[in-house]
């Protein structure tokens, strides 16, 4: 009889341990799911709020192009902003186009 009931005991524990350990996986599976879902919320909000302003003041910025160059002007100071790709095509033209483009881009 008490073989019996040491057998059942540690039946018991063996399935405790197995179910404490799928509930722990399954609570941190939750968590990393929740963290997830709370950086991609968090990106988005961010992106929402910097998305086309204007570094300098934070007024929105507008995009135009330009010679088939696309740069972003700022709608209140007039700042002119050029991302890397676009920066990397004006250096690309020949000098002549260059100079031609900023004096359009610059509009003197």
């Not at 197995?18 to 992106?47: D, F, I, M, P």
């Not at 890397?84 to 250096?91: G, M, P, R, V």
């Amino acid at each position: 009889m008490e073989e019996d009931r040491r057998r059942e005991d540690d039946w018991f524990r063996q399935n405790e341990k197995q179910l404490l350990e799928a509930a722990r996986v399954a609570r941190e599976k939750r968590q990393g799911e929740r963290a997830a879902a709370e950086n991609t919320a968090e990106l988005s909000r961010l992106k929402a709020l910097h998305y086309m302003r204007c570094p300098k003041c934070g007024h929105e910025m507008k995009e135009e192009s330009l010679e088939g160059i696309g740069i972003d002007r700022c709608s209140f100071c007039e700042g002119i902003y050029l991302d890397a790709n676009e920066l990397d095509q004006l250096f690309a033209k020949k000098q002549e186009e260059r100079k031609n483009f900023l004096r359009r881009l610059l509009k003197i």
